[in-house]
T-cell receptor, first 111, second 111 residues
Framework: KQEVTQIPAALSVPEGENLVLNCSFT??????LQWFRQDPGKGLTSLLL?????REQTSGRLNASLDKSSGRSTLYIAASQPGDSATYLC??????????FGPGTRLSVLP | EAGVAQSPRYKIIEKRQSVAFWCNPI?????LYWYQQILGQGPKLLIQ????????DSQLPKDRFSAERLKGVDSTLKIQPAKLEDSAVYLC?????????FGEGSRLTVL
């Protein structure tokens, strides 16, 4: 059974800092991993999808890497802004296309 | 491109009452998911449809929850009778191949 953890659970940083969010999973036999952002009271917005053949994906100030052998993915946010404040979740497929989500990292970027 | 549509956005009911949520996925997306997200946790899969067939409903409390996807497009999730612990956000997602796309969610409060 796939289990996903995320560290840290919460993070508060001043504006402009670079930061790293971590996602760990127990079953490394995956074919992709997806990072999402969730604003309070909203649904999930897809940020990055990493296929198993890739080691990383980039979108603007975001960079996500995937290390299947160690069961880890990291989301790197460069030059953080107050608008980046949200909860960040990673999702990993379990059986078939059933995605298992981590509990999320709640990020606050202070102006 | 229109996103995943869900309604209602908010619903407040008393325990033992019934409630239904509706989802319209992105056009052409064959796979549709219903997730339950309790405050402070990541989403948990309730049921996954491929076209109008059920792929995975192993975590759906079938004594009170039911879901259908007629004609392989829209879907309805019903809870009857509701319990206090059903208070959560019910998220609908769809996918064409791998990437998940979510609606805004339906927030249920059971009093």
């Amino acid at each position: 059974k796939q289990e996903v953890t995320q560290i840290p659970a919460a993070l508060s940083v001043p504006e402009g800092e670079n930061l790293v969010l971590n996602c760990s999973f127990t079953d490394s036999a995956i074919y992709n991993l997806q990072w999402f952002r969730q604003d309070p009271g909203k649904g999930l917005t897809s940020l990055l999808l990493i296929q198993s053949s890739q080691r990383e994906q980039t979108s603007g100030r975001l960079n996500a890497s995937l290390d299947k052998s160690s069961g880890r993915s990291t989301l790197y946010i460069a030059a953080s802004q107050p608008g980046d404040s949200a909860t960040y979740l990673c999702a990993v497929p379990s059986y078939g296309q059933n995605f298992v989500f981590g509990p999320g990292t709640r990020l606050s970027v202070l102006p | 491109e229109a996103g995943v549509a869900q309604s209602p956005r908010y619903k407040i009911i008393e325990k033992r009452q019934s409630v239904a949520f509706w989802c319209n996925p992105i056009s052409g997306h064959a796979t549709l998911y219903w997730y339950q997200q309790i405050l402070g946790q990541g989403p948990k899969l309730l049921i996954q449809f491929q076209n109008n067939g059920v792929v995975d409903d192993s975590q759906l409390p079938k004594d009170r929850f039911s879901a259908e996807r007629l004609k392989g497009v829209d879907s309805t999730l019903k809870i009857q009778p509701a319990k206090l612990e059903d208070s959560a956000v019910y998220l609908c997602a769809s996918s064409l191949e791998v990437e998940l796309f979510f609606g805004e969610g339906s927030r249920l409060t059971v009093l």
